[in-house]
T-cell receptor, first 116, second 112 residues
Framework: GPKVLQIPSHQIIDMGQMVTLNCDPV?????FYWYKQILGQQMEFLVN????????KSKLFKDQFSVERPDGSYFTLKIQPTALEDSAVYFC??????????????FGEGSKLTVL | GQGVEQPDNLMSVEGTFARVNCTYS??????LSWYQQREGHAPVFLSY????GLKDSGHFSTFLSRSNGYSYLLLTELQIKDSASYLC?????????????FGAGTQLIVIP
């Protein structure tokens, strides 16, 4: 079936550095999402993105976070600067229609971020 | 606040069935989804319900009771490969674009 690819699968960085997590969504999808999962906890919504704009974001989407999808390439999540509490697995997802009409989001396998 | 609760673990015998429960309390309700997730892999969509009752999708069936804030995922004729984490996710009425509130997942172990 359709796949969402995430790069890197794992990244270790020092606190205060910048990190960019990349997502290659399903090719004809229009809606894009980032979720954050701390080990042992539930996935939590960060942000959704459509037509080049952030549509909704949660309180977890701090000022240090940004998303973009320049010219239909990767959908990226940038964190600058990183903090220890940013250590988590970040899941990217995409959907053709709004995810609410069918509930179906296509998820990537996650990018595990470790901030030291 | 938004709360989606699931039991942490469930164990069932191969060839029988397993029922994964989910209770939720959200600001309105606009659909509930179930996902399967194997460790280190992407969550995979299984089912979506928005109306009360039982929705039969073969190996998986899903029940919803909106008045009780309750859903379950029923897996029948269990196979060892059904061992995975099952995630319940609820969309509240205030979200336009599929903002889901996830439970922490139920780890199902199917034993021979």
């Amino acid at each position: 079936g359709p796949k969402v690819l995430q790069i890197p699968s794992h990244q270790i960085i020092d606190m205060g550095q910048m990190v960019t997590l990349n997502c290659d969504p399903v090719s004809n999808h229009l809606y894009f999402y980032w979720y954050k999962q701390i080990l042992g906890q539930q996935m939590e919504f960060l942000v959704n993105f459509y037509n080049g704009k952030v549509m909704e974001k949660s309180k977890l989407f701090k000022d240090q976070f940004s998303v973009e999808r320049p010219d239909g390439s990767y959908f990226t999540l940038k964190i600058q600067p990183t903090a220890l509490e940013d250590s988590a697995v970040y899941f990217c997802a995409s959907s053709l229609w709004t995810g609410g009409t069918t509930g179906q989001l296509y998820f990537g396998e996650g990018s595990k971020l470790t901030v030291l | 606040g938004q709360g989606v609760e699931q039991p942490d673990n469930l164990m069932s015998v191969e060839g029988t069935f397993a029922r994964v429960n989910c209770t939720y309390s959200t600001s309105g309700f606009n659909g509930l989804s179930w996902y399967q997730q194997r460790e280190g892999h992407a969550p995979v969509f299984l089912s979506y319900v928005v109306l009360d009752g039982l929705k039969d999708s073969g190996h998986f069936s899903t029940f919803l009771s909106r008045s009780n804030g309750y859903s379950y995922l029923l897996l029948t004729e269990l196979q060892i490969k059904d061992s995975a984490s099952y995630l319940c996710a609820v969309r509240d009425r205030g979200s336009a674009l599929g903002r889901l509130h996830f439970g922490a997942g139920t780890q199902l172990i199917v034993i021979p």
